[in-house]
C-alpha cells in the first residue's frame, strides 16, 4: 500500500543499480517498467568520487529531450519516500536537475533531466 508521502520517480540509470539503493535508500526499492516519452538517452562523465566509487563508473546516462513522443526511454518507476528522494537529490551531480515528467503510462513522476534544458 502506498501511503500519502510516497512519491514516484522514474530511474533509467544508476538509481536502478541494488548497490546504488542499498546505500541511498537502506535498502532495494522494487519498481514497475516505464517510459518516458520525448527524451533519448545520452552520456555525462561524472566527476564526483563518491558518486564515482558508489555506481562504480564515471560515465552515466542522461536524458536528451527530442520533443518527439515516438523517442522513449525505458526505465523503472519507483514508489520511495520523501526522505529517499532527498537522498536521491544529494547523490545526483549538477549535471542533473530533478523535474516532474508525465510518463507513457499518463501518471507523472519525479525524473533527473539535464539541468538547465
Given at each position: 500500500m502506498i501511503d500519502s508521502s510516497t512519491v514516484r520517480l522514474f530511474t533509467y540509470g544508476t538509481l536502478r543499480q541494488p548497490e546504488v539503493q542499498r546505500s541511498l535508500f537502506g535498502r532495494e526499492v522494487?519498481?514497475?517498467?516505464?517510459?518516458?516519452?520525448?527524451?533519448?538517452?545520452?552520456?555525462?562523465?561524472?566527476?564526483?568520487?563518491h558518486v564515482i566509487a558508489l555506481s562504480g563508473s564515471a560515465h552515466h546516462p542522461i536524458l536528451r529531450p527530442t520533443g518527439d513522443p515516438a523517442?522513449?526511454?525505458?526505465?523503472?518507476?519507483?514508489?520511495?519516500?520523501?526522505?529517499?528522494?532527498?537522498?536521491?537529490?544529494?547523490?545526483?551531480?549538477?549535471?542533473?536537475?530533478?523535474?516532474?515528467?508525465?510518463?507513457?503510462?499518463?501518471?507523472q513522476a519525479w525524473v533527473y533531466a539535464p539541468a538547465g534544458a
Amino acid at each position: 500500500m502506498i501511503d500519502s508521502s510516497t512519491v514516484r520517480l522514474f530511474t533509467y540509470g544508476t538509481l536502478r543499480q541494488p548497490e546504488v539503493q542499498r546505500s541511498l535508500f537502506g535498502r532495494e526499492v522494487p519498481g514497475t517498467p516505464e517510459e518516458l516519452p520525448g527524451y533519448l538517452l545520452d552520456t555525462v562523465e561524472i566527476t564526483d568520487p563518491h558518486v564515482i566509487a558508489l555506481s562504480g563508473s564515471a560515465h552515466h546516462p542522461i536524458l536528451r529531450p527530442t520533443g518527439d513522443p515516438a523517442d522513449r526511454v525505458r526505465g523503472t518507476a519507483l514508489q520511495i519516500t520523501e526522505a529517499d528522494l532527498a537522498a536521491a537529490d544529494a547523490y545526483e551531480v549538477d549535471d542533473y536537475a530533478r523535474t516532474l515528467a508525465p510518463l507513457a503510462s499518463g501518471t507523472q513522476a519525479w525524473v533527473y533531466a539535464p539541468a538547465g534544458a
